[in-house]
């Protein structure tokens, strides 16, 4: 028992050497806590620094998306289509109604005139209605007469001389019933693309004109028919010169090729809806720049 009680006995040195161990061990691990953070927060890596950076970039982008997303801008109720009527909360019924009214070629001229011709909901209506953009002409006339749901005033009363849509002016095609500078001048740089129009169908294939400009076009216009066009051989030209065909492009162009060479040439219309990616719907007119 003595022996044991020799090891619990320390002298004034060692106590003190004790009490000094303790502190210091006290002191490392008070360090430790207090500077670690710091530490480790300065050396994080840079990828995590990048990746945040792009995270909150791409919450913002979410935010604004989310804010276009119920944005709505002015338009012509008589023009609705069925996907901005079903992005508006109209539904099938609603939609189909105001296509059957416009069908009559007759138009709506005001809140109202919608509301009877879709019965959508006033609520509806009240949500919507803001943002209807009708004509010049209805909303600034003085008195109202007459059939209600009133058609446009159409450009038939005054006499229209049809032109050729090959030597039309841009002030020419701008007289037509919705086509504007930005139209006008998108049709003349279609026309420079082929040379000449061929077919007065070709202004369907232009992205932005409306079924109602197409009809006034081809009221106003004819596509006279010219021995001076230079048509593509399709059985002569190489890859590259297919290629530069507006309605071909460089993969359709050697399919062309392919097809012409495992079949000894191209022979007629039919042959071309045999080739890979043709647009079948443009055939009729393409032929028309075609040499066999």
């Known amino acids: 028992m003595n022996k044991i009680k020799s090891y619990f006995l320390f002298s004034r040195e060692h106590r003190s ?18 500077v670690a953070d710091k530490l ?25 998306g989310s804010t276009k997303k119920d944005t709505i801008y002015p338009f012509n109720p008589n023009f609705l289509t069925d996907y901005k009527g079903y992005k508006l909360g109209l539904s099938v019924a609603e939609i189909d109604r105001l296509h059957a009214f416009r069908s009559q070629n007759k138009y709506v001229n005001s809140a109202q005139d919608f509301q009877k011709v ?5 609520e509806l209506l009240n949500k919507l209605s803001p943002y209807f953009k009708f004509p010049e002409w209805v909303t600034n006339k003085k008195t109202y007469a007459g059939d209600k749901f009133q058609k446009f005033p159409s450009k038939e009363k005054v006499l229209i001389i049809q032109k050729d849509l090959n030597t039309a002016s841009r002030e020419d095609l701008i007289a037509a019933y919705g086509i504007g500078e930005k139209l006008a001048d998108k049709i003349l740089l279609e026309k420079d693309k082929f040379g000449e129009f061929v ?37 002569d030209l190489s890859i590259k010169e297919l290629a530069t065909f507006p309605y071909f492009n460089y993969t359709l162009a050697k399919e062309i090729v392919i097809y012409r060479t495992m079949n000894n040439g191209i022979k007629k219309i039919a042959d071309l809806t045999k080739i890979k990616g043709m647009p079948n719907e443009k055939l009729k007119i393409i032929a028309l720049y075609l040499e066999f």
Do not use: H
Request: proline share 2%.
């Open 17 to 34: 050497g004790i009490f000094l161990l303790f502190f210091l061990i006290i002191a490392v691990q008070l360090a430790y806590f207090l």
């Open 40 to 64: 480790f927060e300065t050396k994080k890596p840079k990828e995590d620094l990048v990746w945040l950076a792009m995270q909150n970039e791409i919450d913002s982008l979410k935010q604004i």
């Open 118 to 122: 879709t019965q959508v909901s006033t």
């Open 199 to 235: 077919s007065i169908e070709q202004l369907e294939f232009i992205w932005g004109i409306s079924p109602e400009a197409i009809a006034d076009l081809q009221k106003r216009f004819f596509v006279k028919n010219t021995s001076s066009l230079k048509k593509i051989a399709i059985n």
